[in-house]
């Protein structure tokens, strides 16, 4: 019995795939356990979202370690100096939109960061498009003198 587990949170990995001369000879059970019949040669072992390892078939250790590709982020710290924006008054604007979560800590929405750093979405990039072709469009024809 092989038992896998991630690197970092030593939790059990389900449906791990264990490949043998290009056919899967064993996955492991929810519980993130595997038997594996007596081989020969290389055994591959992959699973979504985690790197994949290569062992000889007789020297594969009894708990396998997988290291995941993801990357979960805590939090985001934007650092950088609040003089320069306070002149935008982009700085007050974000600080205006901060919130209390759930857990007690202070977050900034997501659009408010985007917002900070110049981002607009489609919708009012289009209501400025919009609003140009019709100024455009409302201003008198100059005649061209020949």
Do not use: C
């Not at 064993?26 to 290569?54: C, H, N, R, W």
Request: proline share 4%; glycine share 6%; no cysteine.
């Amino acid at each position: 019995m092989i038992s896998v587990i991630d690197t970092y949170t030593r939790e059990p990995i389900a449906n791990v795939i264990f490949i043998h001369d290009g056919k899967n000879i064993s996955y492991t059970s929810p519980q993130g356990i595997a038997v594996l019949p007596k081989l020969s040669g290389k055994v591959t072992i992959t699973a979504q979202d985690y790197e994949t390892l290569v062992f000889h078939a007789d020297s594969i250790p009894a708990i396998i370690h997988l290291q995941s590709k993801a990357k979960n982020l805590e939090e985001i710290v934007v650092l950088g100096d609040a003089n320069k924006f306070k002149s935008l008054n982009k700085w007050n604007n974000l600080k205006k939109s901060t919130h209390v979560n759930s857990n007690g800590s202070v977050g900034i929405g997501i659009d408010a960061i985007f917002r900070f750093f110049g981002y607009r979405p489609a919708s009012e990039r289009r209501r400025e498009r919009v609003k140009k072709l019709l100024k455009a469009y409302d201003e008198p024809v100059k005649d061209k003198k020949k």
